[in-house]
């Protein structure tokens, strides 16, 4: 930097190397005898500082723009939490560096504190606003709320609903996935699975010879987009995959005479599908995921199990569902093929894991469980293997958990809880924060979520 530093004066200018728009707390190194705290800044290749007296707490700051005064800027010494204010169109936000940084101005050695403030020109307030605003996330749950004698399919957008349905037959929404600006939404109305793209329905087509069905879970990625579910001839179900738009069939019914889709992922060139086929021999039951269409069965036949929720990882593959074994119905991670691990504690005889989400080396599980004690439903949460039961508002009775999704330092839970006989769709944040999506007049459910 240049020269000409002239301590303890109340004002001055000076020129020196430019190095960006860029505004550093500097304070010299302790026992040289100068205790005065500073901030300079860069604006054209000019610094300005403006301040009190040695040992001051706060300090002014005079703000050039094209060596014209602009406004003053008011710092207070705190460089652990920095500057937040704004003045003039200048917004000022944090860079931290690894390492202190030691400059020598004039014999005297000044410390660049680990924190530096990046001094960011903006042309207008609304363009400040609209950068804060990238920061806002935005929460899509799916589900139902029940208008009348029948289930309306509803998409809450941070606890604003929209109704997708008209209310002439039951409908349900399943699942929610958003892509850029485009929200995904399945399930069905009334007899039809359907999906919705933005609030418009497309009706997703039937093999021949079926008669009804429905969309259980959406995937999308790039152009692609999958989805899961069923279809029923009148008799037996049929699990299939809708990739943009085409129906696939996943079970080859010579062998499996029941089957539903609950849950699919995609990566790169792989599809993977989670749900449950029964086999005719024996007559059960089980979960089974399907890679591009082959089978991956999680169970040995024998015991009832079914795969609600899957996740892809790398290389690994984890799902999670339930099996019926000795009169216990008990929740279960699966990851790679058999491999399995039963979540609950075994105090309860009834859980079940419904959904699954992985953030880094976070694995997050919603589910639920029947207490042993009061014999009433608890949502749950399960965070790398550790369980906590979901709190209830004021005056609910029992819980259930449908889904999850992880989002940063967040977790959110949706699902519902049971208040004077009506279910209430609900969403927990971090295992406590309650948010309920209705008011308890008409039974509703939350099924899907999606946070972004």
Known sequence: MGAGLNTGTV???????????????INDVAGVGNEDKEFM??????????????????????????????GNLNLYENHNTGFGAQNGGIGITHLLTSHPITLKIMKITYVLFNMLLVLVLCSCKKEIKDRQDTSVQDIYVSGY????????????????????????????????????????VVGNDGSKPITWKNGLSVDLPLIAGNISGAASSVYVT???????????????NQAVLWKNGETVQLVNYYLVQDAKANAVYAVGNDTFVAGYQRYKTPNRDGAVYWKNRSPVALMPPGNYSVANSIFVQDNDVFVVG??????????????????????????????????????GTNIYIAGYQVNPVTNKYEAKLWENGFETILPLSDGAGFSWARAV???????????????????????????????????????????????K
């Open 11 to 25: 004002t001055r200018t000076e020129n020196y190397l430019s190095i960006g728009n860029i505004a550093a707390w």
């Open 41 to 70: 800044v860069l604006v054209n290749g000019k610094l300005e500082v403006s301040y009190y007296q040695k040992n001051l707490i706060r300090n002014t700051m005079a703000l050039l723009h094209n060596n014209n005064l602009i």
């Open 145 to 184: 709320q029940n208008k009348g004698a029948k289930a309306i399919a509803t998409l809450w957008k941070n606890g604003i609903a929209a109704e997708l349905t008209d209310g002439t037959k039951n409908a349900y929404a399943n699942a929610v996935f958003v892509l850029n600006e485009d929200v995904y």
């Open 222 to 236: 790039g152009s692609d987009i999958f989805i899961a579910g069923y279809q029923n001839d009148g008799n037996v």
């Open 322 to 359: 339930h099996e019926v074994s000795d009169g216990r119905t008990e929740a279960k991670l699966w990851k790679n093929n058999n491999a399995f691990t039963p979540l609950a504690d075994g105090t309860t005889k009834i859980s079940s894991a419904e959904s699954i989400y992985i953030s």
């Open 405 to 451: 999704y992880a989002s940063g330092v967040d977790t959110y839970v949706a699902g519902y809880q049971n208040k004077n006989g009506k279910r209430i769709a609900t969403v927990w944040k971090n295992k406590s924060a309650i948010t309920t999506l209705t008011d308890g007049t008409n039974e509703a459910e939350a099924n899907g979520i999606f946070v």
